[in-house]
């Protein structure tokens, strides 16, 4: 059963929300073994900005839409954490472990793992901030630029639906000859099918989309119980029952981790649930924007037919539309 995206979204705010009342809670607590932490290097709401910047990179991974003005604040956020850790590499190093080995914030563990999945880069020990702050940057400004593609997607998706006709089997649509034959032979609207146009939104379709399964599958091993996020999350929760028994930390801060774990783990079900096919903006999802680019690939190749263009037909049923056929007729009807 799709999860709706207000309940998505209720579960990320929950989540994030408990992530912040956890870090009020150790900041409150002077006196227990977390006061022993380089964590008294900055204070509270330095921490809470930094719980902030990873709320705005997770939504960019997950493709959410995000606010120009979030979009902003976090750029803005990342270039002056850098300027800062230059100038102080050990002393943010040993800030970032700590907040990241009580899961105060997971800035740290997200970026690391975000970098070495997409590059397959065996970093150094030592934090690299340049490096990773680059790799913030990018991830930033490639929120706001597919959100401007999937608006061109959607406005071209719109022109093109009445060329197409639902069915109960395959891939769930079927090109309506007719319909688009006659488009092609009007001067006034050809320009809509022009092979130009069709092959470069299914070049930039395709990319796009190899890019939500790409960060749908990060995500998946980020977050898994196995050596993921859960898997740390389960280990602190029983490292702090042994705290709590040794009088290190208070019951308060115990209730508030298991706060942070127990609504973590609903997101995660949450993310589990939709899989890949509703995997992304909740208006044009993985499963949308496969049924798009196979339109789009599907009129091409009937233009390629009509104009006697055989290679380029061959090539893009293998290379594409075969290829879309398989994935779709596993999709979920």
């Avoid at 900055?42 to 003005?69: F, G, N, P």
Wanted: one cysteine or more; a positive charge.
């Amino acid at each position: 059963m799709p999860v709706s995206s207000e309940f998505w979204q209720d579960c990320s705010r929950r989540y994030f929300q408990s992530r912040r009342d956890y870090n009020n809670c150790i900041w409150n607590d002077h006196r227990g073994w977390f006061a022993q932490q380089s964590l008294n290097f900055r204070d509270r709401d330095y921490v809470d900005q930094i719980i902030s910047l990873e709320k705005v990179l997770l939504a960019c991974i997950t493709h959410e839409t995000v606010a120009e003005d979030e979009i902003a604040w976090a750029m803005q956020s990342v270039k002056s954490l850098v300027d800062e850790s230059l100038r102080r590499p050990g002393e943010y190093l040993q800030f970032f472990l700590d907040t990241a080995r009580w899961a105060i914030s997971d800035l740290y563990y997200l970026l690391l793992s975000y970098y070495r999945y997409h590059h397959r880069d065996n970093m150094p020990d030592a934090l690299n901030f340049g490096l990773l702050g680059a790799e913030m940057l990018s991830l930033l400004k490639s929120n706001y630029t597919r959100q401007q593609d999937i608006q061109h997607f959607l406005n071209y998706k719109r022109s093109i639906d009445r060329f197409f006709l639902q069915v109960s089997f395959g891939s769930g649509c079927k090109l309506n000859d007719q319909a688009l034959k006659t488009i092609c032979e009007n001067p006034q609207e050809e320009g809509i099918v022009a092979p130009i146009v069709l092959r470069r939104l299914i070049d930039k379709s395709r990319m796009y989309k190899a890019r939500m399964k790409k960060d749908y599958e990060f995500l998946r091993e980020y977050c898994s119980e196995r050596r993921g996020k859960q898997y740390r999350y389960d280990f602190i929760i029983r490292t702090m029952t042994k705290k709590i028994s040794e009088n290190a930390i208070t019951y308060d801060i115990y209730k508030n981790f298991h706060c942070v774990r127990e609504n973590f783990i609903e997101w995660k079900k949450d993310f589990d649930r939709k899989g890949l096919e509703e995997f992304g903006p909740a208006f044009f999802c993985y499963r949308e924007q496969t049924e798009f680019l196979y339109k789009c690939s599907r009129m091409l190749e009937f233009i390629y037919l009509r104009t006697q263009q055989y290679d380029r037909l061959q090539e893009l049923r293998g290379r594409v539309i075969y290829v879309l056929e398989r994935e779709m007729s596993g999709f979920q009807v």
